[in-house]
């Protein structure tokens, strides 16, 4: 083991990170990092050092302030913590967030690997994201919650880290709420508190070697801007295996709390509350081919308030409907299937494995609006960050012959990044040929609608990414698979949003869509016929993105 003593005057402390193949660090090069204030461990995490790193990560020194801390590193080449740098500036202070492998209309980490969204909520004109990250390496670990703020949805500004890993475990996954009515009684000067419920993943770290899976909530009292973990954690004691992922929402007809957690396989149960700190076990209930990550919303059918319904999801894009009879959830519909699972694959089952995952929606949004975002699963092998989460999507329950159904669209703010645009409408095939090359780049947001006729593929191409469809078969073919997408006329309309690290695909006024976590190649951003009978009419849009940060 090696040490060195730092001093916190300054913002960061500046750790070089290396580069690492696959989700997670390989055993042996484990390094661990720990951090002793006053003789204490109060951080420590595992680590892969580098003398010529893929990126400069940053821990924040600020919640230390002038204090003397003693760093220590164990494994690996030890004289590597002699690299560590007490900053005011980020070392790729000139080039971060326009690095060219970083999305534009996409949120995205500083440094270091992100995953699942969490904590979604709105309070006083700021949207606040939090999401699962890993500061200190480019795969899964030292699982943190990133926090971002935004006044529109679409430009976003991060801010120091929300929550850290500490002796019950990593931070897994959770959600937000704002507790207007301040019902837990922690709320100060009239101001509501925000709860962060989480999940002390605990043995996952060697800080935490022991320790169980539970459900923890974080407070502030702020307005959302810094957050302590309640002293009283936790709130929900281990119950089953790796329980975890907690969604929190206000029941206004019942006037009660609602969380729902996952248990294991596909197993989710429900839990009640007054005040957001003492809870009741409810009901389990299976959500068919689903796995961790629940999100509980509600929503009017066709936009009738006095039709509103309970939405109870779980990844990947499995849901079912039903309503609340008191204090127990009553389902009025069988598993409906997402997208992701009407898939006929020729490549294999994991192809459903698609980008979109642990999808969240917002608490406290006005006017009844539903927006979620998901993870997308992109591999980025070079750049600070690994990943992003999808745009923003709106949510509404619609009517079908198969009952209510989800419809999920850009939300209309994705407009704001509209940098140019171009249109045509009734043309042939050879119309794409003729689309002036500045309206087109990485960052597109596009809407096809072609005049099908029977027997005859539709295949076109965009950023090199093949896309047909198959109305005989009624299947929509895309790299990863061939999905099951029945129209009901003979227009077949798709919109798609590609940016540096996603392709995200919307049919069938919604009640179709699909992310491909993908990288496409940044010299090819072009939109090409590669089948399309020359009577098939096109009418077609396109706006190009410019980068939401600057």
Not at 488 to 502: A, H, I, N, P, W
């Amino acid at each position: 083991m090696r040490q060195i003593t730092i001093t916190a005057d300054k913002k960061y402390l500046l750790i070089p990170v290396g580069n690492v193949k696959g989700w997670t660090i390989p055993a042996e090069s484990i390094q661990y990092l720990s951090i002793y204030q006053n003789g204490s461990l109060v951080e420590e995490y595992e680590v892969c050092l580098d003398a010529s790193p893929r990126c400069w990560s940053c821990l924040y020194l600020e919640r230390y302030a002038g204090e003397t801390l003693e760093l220590r590193l164990e494994g690996g080449d030890e004289s590597l913590i002699e690299l560590l740098e007490v900053s005011d500036t980020l070392k790729d202070a000139d080039t971060l967030y326009r690095e060219p492998m970083r999305p534009l209309a996409h949120i995205t980490p500083m440094h270091g690997f992100m995953n699942d969204p969490n904590g979604l909520f709105y309070l006083n004109g700021k949207y606040h994201c939090f999401a699962q990250l890993n500061p200190y390496g480019l795969g899964v670990g030292n699982t943190h919650w990133m926090h971002m703020v935004s006044s529109d949805l679409m430009h976003w500004q991060e801010l120091p880290y929300a929550l850290l890993p500490d002796e019950t475990g990593r931070m897994y996954s959770g959600c937000g709420a704002v507790d207007l009515q301040n019902t837990s009684g922690l709320g100060k000067d009239g101001i509501p508190p925000v709860f962060l419920f989480y999940t002390p993943a605990g043995s996952k770290s060697r800080w935490s070697r022991g320790k169980y899976f539970e459900i923890a909530a974080a407070v502030s009292t702020d307005g959302g801007m810094h957050f302590e973990k309640y002293a009283q954690n936790p709130i929900v004691q281990h119950i089953a295996y790796m329980n975890r992922d907690p969604k929190v929402v206000w029941d206004d007809q019942n006037q009660n709390w609602v969380m729902v957690i996952f248990l294991d396989n596909d197993r989710y149960m429900f839990l009640y509350s007054d005040n957001l700190l003492h809870w009741e076990q409810g009901e389990t209930i299976r959500i068919r081919g689903s796995a961790e990550c629940p999100d509980l919303f509600n929503l009017p059918i066709d936009n009738d308030m006095t039709q509103r319904k309970w939405v109870l999801w779980g990844s990947t894009d499995n849901y079912m409907i039903g309503h609340f009879e008191g204090r127990h959830f009553v389902p009025e519909t069988d598993v409906i299937e997402g997208p992701t699972h009407r898939i006929d694959s020729a490549y294999s089952l994991e192809a459903r494995s698609t980008g979109g995952y642990a999808a969240q929606t917002f608490a406290n949004l006005p006017n009844g609006r539903v927006i979620q975002i998901s993870w997308i699963r992109t591999v980025v092998s070079q750049g600070p960050f690994s990943s992003c989460l999808s745009i923003p999507n709106e949510l509404r329950l619609v009517s079908t012959e198969q009952g209510p159904r989800l419809t999920v669209k850009p939300a209309a703010e994705v407009k704001d990044l509209r940098e140019c645009s171009y249109s045509f409408v009734g043309r042939g095939l050879e119309e794409f040929e003729r689309i002036p090359r500045e309206y087109l780049g990485e960052a597109m947001d596009m809407t096809f609608k072609f005049s099908m006729k029977p027997d005859k593929l539709i295949a076109f191409s965009v950023r090199g990414v093949l896309i047909v469809y198959d109305p005989k078969i009624e299947r929509l073919l895309l790299p990863v698979g061939a999905y099951k997408l029945a129209l009901k006329d003979d227009t077949f309309e798709l919109r798609v949003v590609t940016d540096r690290c996603s392709v995200e695909l919307y049919a069938d006024d919604g009640k179709f869509n699909l992310t491909l976590a993908t990288v496409p190649d940044p010299t090819d951003i072009s939109i090409l016929p590669v089948l399309l009978d020359p009577g098939i009419g096109i009418d077609f849009e396109v706006h190009k993105l410019k980068s939401m940060w600057e």
